[in-house]
């Protein structure tokens, strides 16, 4: 915004010199799209008539039009000395300059209308007013209730908003040497301030997730040799998994650090496995390190092959995601899938180099901690193994226990509230001012004036910039419309839930709805992704598709109005449309017209010139070119009888005043047309309730409109809620058809199509915990909570390789499949619970996430916090249960098989 420190200069001033001097400047600083400053509008020379004393002289507006067309003008005088013909002795040849294009209001004042009987010059002073104004005085812009210039800069598509941002604050700082003394600039509202603050929120989260990763590993191995190499894993994979985000032309953003803290409690699992069985051969004493190491991966090259395929395999189905979804999921996806490949590929060749090399057998630790954590272990593998013996004795308890746990989960997620992405603490929020129809100017001013002394009592607030006359909802200017975009303070100055930017929006609504009568206002914050609509909450287009006019469209909007409370997840809901704005109609008798000798075409073009601030030509001022406009003085166009005192000349010469001719007649009518896909259309809003979430509004707004409309009238979501309901069971397919690769990938690897079940059970268990996370996190089911939920998929699949794959190998040697499954659960709990409690302590910072971009951070640290910790309290139990009920299963069907073909063979 541009302010005059000293109130020496008007925002009209303001307003053009941003223009003259800024906007080229601006515009051209890489990754700027356009550039716009809202405030007085741009100069014009305006020519403000006097109809009164235009009648006295007998002039009308349309001698004072031609008089000024005629003499403003561009001339193209010549030259003076040009060569002509063959005969040319001219030494010099000279431009003509004559006075065409005037440019002063003075210059424009002595413009002759006409020469009268005594000689002398009717001017154009005479009957006029003349200044240089602004071209329009519908709009009027202030920061902190002051005068002020708004500069609105927009980037272009695929530039960086904080390169765009860096840039621009570096040239206004160059500019700003240059500026008159007592102008001033500043930054009121940057909305790269919040992707600043996340980046910087995420940062810190993703060095609380390394160490605590890194504490996990010392916790479990105790030795400083075996913790070294799953932390080497950690810088291998990201930097790989960089070079993999520069190769697709992916930024470092909020989603793809996302990913990242994700990768690292992910990254170190496949080498936690390689070192800690590595560890367990290497304590029996029966291998020197080297033999430790190999016998090692013999056994685990398989369970890690596994993994890193379920992994990739269950983000593929997300890149065949379209729309914005699909943008999201795509850049989360490839993060994780390139560091899980180089994660793997590290696990299979430089971890077993390094284990060779530094592991080697450890003597028991005193330390105290030490102690006391393996002793809290070894009662949690005495516990684990009772239960699990205790479960494969009933098996039948176990299946419908498992079962129960099921249906939970699925019924929970798909009853649970859901929106497409949460509402974020952007820094800033947006109030919109709606007066009644055909409120002027002043009155919104008026009513803007209190909403000033609301925000200034507001501690939270930093700035507000008021815009009168502009309606962020319309699009377009209305008199009787504000607009207001409030910036809070940092986020570090206002903590807590009652300083959030949701927290204060209700607070101002809840005051404003009690302080202000003379029109309704209500606040929200902006959308979630910057571009999804201008404002936020839920937008939608209602369409005339029966072409049913606009009386019946506002009657049905009124109906909407008043029935919405009715609605729990429904705050509010309104509406810009307005079909009943008082109007005049001037009725105008044309044989009357005709009688009297006037030319219609005459009423109609003074009716322009008078009221309409007609335009002229142009002139140039400052090396731009400006518009000359003609229109009544205020004094002759503030009540409908001014309107009638207005003359038109006849035919013979004489001024016949409007009302000889004109009858006024009160009516309503529209001030502004919308269409939306070739309809009628009217905008709403409607403003989910505390509490509620944007899935719900959506279907109880769906169902008001059912109720309240029925097939009447036809409507479209736009905006965020345009891709929520577009998205729909999008969730759903993706996770179905991630289970089904997972399973068809485990089934390619094991040549069974049994045991992969017994590895893919803990999803559903996973799912419980991750809409238990939902509940006491307080979260609705977004897009974040998803991407967290196909995560489980992979991560509980993991658990499930581990165990299912030890034992195949220990029923290989001969032991029963009840000895199998529960020494196979035996022997890879460890394992487990240190790559779990590694990733579930990793992402636990997720949850505690305050300031920028939180809420998107607790909805995914909701869903693989808690959705990790139920698969490996639960799953990691039932697993050897279904591994024993599917290996009997196997091994019956190719029993019965073998016997059939031992019949056939014996038939033949």
Not at 773 to 789: A, D, E, H, R, W
């Amino acid at each position: 915004t541009m302010t005059s420190q000293d109130s020496v200069y008007n925002s009209l001033y303001l307003t053009n010199y941003a223009k003259l001097n800024l906007v080229d400047q601006l515009t051209r600083v890489p990754g700027v799209g356009a550039v716009n400053v809202m405030g007085a509008g741009d100069y014009s020379m305006r020519i403000w008539l006097d109809p009164e004393a235009m009648r006295i002289r007998n002039i009308s507006p349309q001698q004072v039009y031609q008089s000024i067309q005629s003499q403003n003008v561009e001339v193209s005088a010549g030259y003076i000395g040009q060569p002509i013909g063959q005969d040319n002795n001219n030494a010099f040849q000279y431009t003509l300059n004559v006075q065409g294009r005037l440019k002063s209001p003075e210059q424009f004042g002595n413009i002759i209308i006409r020469r009268e009987q005594d000689g002398a010059m009717l001017r154009l002073k005479d009957i006029a007013r003349i200044d240089l104004g602004a071209a329009s005085y519908s709009v009027v812009s202030r920061l902190n209730g002051k005068p002020t210039a708004a500069i609105a800069i927009y980037q272009q598509p695929g530039s960086n908003s904080l390169d765009v941002s860096k840039g621009v604050k570096a040239k206004m700082e160059e500019l700003a040497e240059s500026f008159p003394s007592g102008v001033a600039y500043n930054v009121t509202l940057d909305t790269t301030d919040v992707i600043h603050a996340s980046i910087d929120e995420v940062m810190v989260t993703f060095f609380e997730t390394t160490l605590l990763v890194i504490l996990v590993i010392f916790l479990f191995l105790q030795n400083w040799r075996a913790v070294i190499i799953p932390c080497i894993t950690i810088p291998v994979s990201l930097i790989g998994t960089f070079a993999v985000m520069a190769a697709f032309g992916f930024s470092i953003n909020t989603l793809t650090l996302f990913g990242l803290i994700l990768a690292v409690a992910i990254v170190v699992d496949d080498a936690i496995v390689v070192v800690e069985n590595a560890s367990r051969l290497l304590e029996t004493g029966q291998y020197s390190p080297r033999e430790a190491v190999t016998k090692a991966m013999g056994e685990i090259t398989g369970p890690i092959v596994g993994v890193v395929l379920v992994l990739l395999a269950v983000f593929i189905p997300t890149m065949m995601i379209s729309g914005i979804s699909g943008q999201l999921y795509k850049q989360f996806a490839l993060t994780i899938a390139a560091s899980t490949v180089l994660s793997g590929f590290n696990s299979l060749t430089l971890t077993p180099a390094l284990c060779a090399l530094f592991l080697e057998k450890s003597k028991p630790s005193n330390f105290f901690i030490y102690k006391g954590f393996n002793k809290a272990y070894d009662k949690t593998q005495g516990v684990y193994d009772k239960i699990v013996k205790w479960l494969l004795q009933r098996p039948g308890m176990a299946l419908a226990s498992y079962g129960a746990l099921t249906v939970i989960g699925l019924l929970l997620f798909m009853h649970w509230p859901s929106t497409f992405i949460p509402d974020e603490d952007d820094g800033y929020f947006i109030a919109v001012v709606q007066l009644p129809p055909a409120a002027s100017l002043e009155r919104t001013q008026a009513v803007g004036e209190k909403i000033n002394g609301i925000l200034d009592s507001y501690p939270e607030v930093k700035n507000y910039i008021g815009i009168s006359g502009f309606s962020i909802m319309g699009g377009g200017e209305q008199s009787n419309s504000a607009t207001y975009f409030v910036v809070l303070k940092n986020w570090s100055e206002r903590k807590g839930k009652e300083h959030t930017a949701a927290a204060i929006v209700n607070r101002f609504n809840g005051e404003a709805y009690m302080t202000i009568q003379a029109a309704e206002v209500f606040a929200m914050v902006p959308p979630a992704i910057p571009g999804l609509g201008a404002s936020g909450g839920l937008q939608l287009q209602l369409e005339d598709r029966r072409n049913l006019g606009p009386t019946e469209m506002q009657q049905a909007i009124n109906a909407l109005l008043a029935s919405y409370h009715s609605k729990p997840a429904l705050a509010s809901v309104s509406s810009q449309y307005q079909a009943n704005v008082p109007q005049y109609f001037l009725n105008i008798d044309r044989d009357k017209v005709q009688f009297m000798g006037i030319a219609l075409n005459d009423v109609f073009s003074t009716l322009g010139y008078y009221m309409g601030a007609a335009y002229v030509n142009d002139f140039v001022e400052f090396g731009r070119i400006y518009q000359v406009k003609i229109e009544a003085r205020d004094q002759a166009q503030r009540v409908i009888d001014d309107v009638l005192k207005l003359s038109v000349p006849n035919s013979a010469g004489e001024m016949v005043p409007f009302s000889s001719f004109t009858k006024v007649e009160e009516q309503l009518g529209q001030d502004q047309i919308n269409r939306y896909n070739m309809y009628s259309t009217a905008s709403l809003t409607c403003n989910v309730a505390p509490g509620s979430s944007t899935g719900q509004a959506i279907q109880e707004v769906e169902a008001l409109f059912k109720e309240q409309l029925g097939d009447e009238f036809g409507y479209e979501w736009t905006s965020v809620a345009y891709q929520e309901t577009q998205a729909g069971n999008t969730t759903t397919i993706v996770l179905i058809m991630a289970l089904i690769v997972a399973f068809l990938v485990l089934a390619a690897q094991y040549e069974s199509w049994t045991s992969p079940v017994a590895a893919v059970i803990g999803l559903p268990v996973a799912l419980l915990g991750a809409m238990i996370g939902c509940l006491i996190m307080g979260t609705p089911v977004s897009i974040y909570t998803q991407i967290g939920i196909i995560l489980l998929v992979a991560l509980s699949a993991k658990n499930g390789i581990l165990i299912v794959e030890f034992a195949r190998d220990f029923r290989a040697e001969g032991n029963s499949i009840r000895e199998a499954a529960f020494e196979a659960g035996h022997v890879r709990l460890r394992p487990i619970l240190m790559t779990s409690f590694a990733f579930v302590l990793g992402v636990m910072p997720l949850l505690f996430a305050t300031g920028a971009g939180a809420q998107s951070r607790i909805a995914l640290g909701a869903a693989v916090v808690f959705g990790m910790a139920m698969n490996t309290l639960l799953a990691t139990i039932y697993i050897p249960n279904f591994y024993e009920f599917m290996q009997k299963l196997q091994e019956r069907f190719s029993k019965k098989k073998g016997n059939e073909d031992s019949e056939k063979d014996v038939a033949v």
